[in-house]
């Protein structure tokens, strides 16, 4: 069955770190998003991509990159960790850029930036 | 993106019906989706409306949409134990969804 993961799951790392998050799907989507998830926040967009070799930045993208190299993965690199990134990171999928079309979650990564 | 509003919780009984509800303001949006998470998942579809509908009903969930008010609701027939979980109100900002923050459903037996 296709599906969306991500890992690791959980992480710890310390603040100044790089950080790399993957996120791989098989559904054979062209597009592709990270959300963080904070309480009080509910789910924000870091980035997005709607295919190979385009990405784009979401409503906060400070402090993260991705890269799309091909169409089933885009990981999600914190470039120098800090406290305030500590969350739990979701990505997600879709097919096209359609209103309407569903968009399939991974089941997070919690990382804990000490 | 635009807000979408949502009461931060709700706790219903067993058997009874829960009506969560959300307001957003980008009046644009073609859809708007409700997705639920259960504790340590991912979101997951649960239904979704196009904004010419004002009523979309599926099994035990009734989707109703005020486009003027800019009022969506989500209802919950007969909630069951296993219905607790985060709902979240999306519209699409044309590049990805906005979300709410969230409404967390407590069903008590």
């Known amino acids: 069955d296709a599906e969306i993961t991500q890992s690791p799951r959980h992480k710890i790392t310390e603040t100044g770190r790089q950080v790399t998050l993957a996120c791989h799907q098989t559904?054979?989507?062209?597009?592709m998003f990270w959300y963080r998830q904070d309480l009080g926040h509910g789910l924000r967009l870091i980035h997005y991509?709607?295919?190979?070799?385009?990405?784009n930045k979401g409503e906060v993208s400070d402090g993260y990159s991705v890269s799309r190299s091909n169409t089933e993965d885009l990981p999600l690199t914190l470039e120098s960790a800090a406290s305030s990134q500590t969350s739990v990171y979701f990505c997600?999928?879709?097919?096209?850029?359609?209103?309407?079309?569903?968009?399939?979650f991974g089941p997070g990564t919690r990382l804990l930036v000490l | 993106g635009e807000d979408v509003e949502q009461s931060l919780f709700l706790s219903v009984r067993e058997g009874d019906s829960s009506v969560i509800n959300c307001t957003y303001t980008d009046s644009s949006s073609t859809y708007l989706y409700w997705y639920k998470q259960e504790p340590g998942a991912g979101l997951q579809l649960l239904t979704y409306?196009?904004?010419?509908?004002d009523m979309k009903q599926d099994q035990r969930l009734t989707v109703l949409l005020n486009k003027k008010d800019k009022h969506l609701s989500l209802r919950i027939a007969d909630t069951q134990t296993g219905d607790s979980a985060i709902y979240f109100c999306a519209d699409d900002s044309g590049y990805a969804l906005n979300f709410g923050k969230g409404t967390s459903l407590l069903v008590t037996p």
């Open positions: 409306i196009f904004s010419n509908m």
């Open positions: 997600a999928s879709s097919m096209t850029r359609d209103s309407g079309e569903t968009q399939y």
């Open positions: 991509s709607y295919g190979v070799q385009d990405t």
């Open positions: 559904w054979n989507h062209n597009n």
